[in-house]
């Protein structure tokens, strides 16, 4: 009885072995599974911040090149010159009455519309004011042009003040200034929002034995 008694004894350390062998298991299964969440989370991590940043680099593209507000064109296209005929002293003739037609365009290069208030065409001669016109207000549908056609009765009475015509008429040219000023707005999604204000000067020559005109137009942006 004794002998089996002793022969039982070593079953213990078996036993203490299995049960280290299963902690060990669970223990590398716990590590694994740590492991593995941790790969995902860093998985997740790196996409999400990937992601991310492809929004704001297409965010930053679509702020310099769609969302980016730009100037409106504006062109002089055709000046005409109606009805100035003066008389060998230089006095205007009765019932003349001198009239500036202006065709000007509005080239609109943004995504959105451009909304224009009303505008002023103002005419100079030896820099006083002989003439001005009031345009109504438009818009510019998105990367189109409109045209306008612009009328400017000039005032023969301030013509004949301006101390140099006389001196023009001999040499067979005047030269008057025109300045047009164009304000508005482009709104993009209403999200981007600018005023603009954009004047086109020009320099005007008539020539009374062609009855031909030179202009020479320059645009500013204010």
Known sequence: MADTDQQAK?????????????????SSSITTQFNFRHRNCIKCF?????????????ILILFFTV?????PVIKMNEI??????LNKDGSLRNGTNVTLELDISVKNPNVAPFRFNNFTTT????????????????????RRTVHMNVTVDLIPEKILQVPGLLQDVSSGNLT?????????KVKILKIVKKYLVVEVNCSVTYNFSSKEIQQRCRPHFL
Not at 67 to 71: A, D, E, M
Not at 80 to 85: G, S, V
């Open 10 to 26: 070593p079953l213990a350390p078996a036993a203490f072995q299995s049960r280290s062998d299963e902690e060990a298991a669970a």
């Open 46 to 58: 790196g996409c999400c911040t990937a992601f991310l940043l492809i929004i704001a680099v297409t």
């Open 67 to 71: 969302f980016h507000v730009k100037n």
């Open 80 to 85: 005409t010159l109606l009805q100035l005929e």
């Open 123 to 142: 005419v100079l001669y030896g820099g006083n004011n002989v003439g001005e016109a009031r345009t109504p207000s438009g818009t510019a549908k998105a």
């Open 176 to 184: 008057m200034n025109s300045s047009t000023v164009i304000g508005g």
